[in-house]
């Protein structure tokens, strides 16, 4: 998986990866960030990781997750 550039400016620290796992795996988009003590992983699997508008999708989830961790 490769690590973005951009941060995905949820919590405290947050950082998102792209790509496959492993070799041969299906991608995946993964956000991970931290509130506190509490850690937080959104993470969208395969086919539905690239499907049009995907990564909007999940961080309007992990916006909503990172909501109400505060």
Do not use: Q
């Not at 400016?9 to 960030?33: H, M, N, Q």
């Not at 699997?45 to 961080?59: K, N, P, T």
């Amino acid at each position: 998986m490769t690590k973005s550039s951009a941060s995905p400016g949820l919590g405290d620290e947050s950082v998102t990866f792209t790509g496959a796992a492993y070799a041969g795996w299906d991608p995946v988009i993964v956000d991970i960030w931290r509130v506190d003590n509490l850690l937080l992983a959104a993470a969208a699997l395969g086919d539905v990781a690239y499907y049009g508008g995907s990564e909007g999708r999940l961080l309007g989830i992990a916006e909503l997750m990172d909501a109400r961790a505060h």
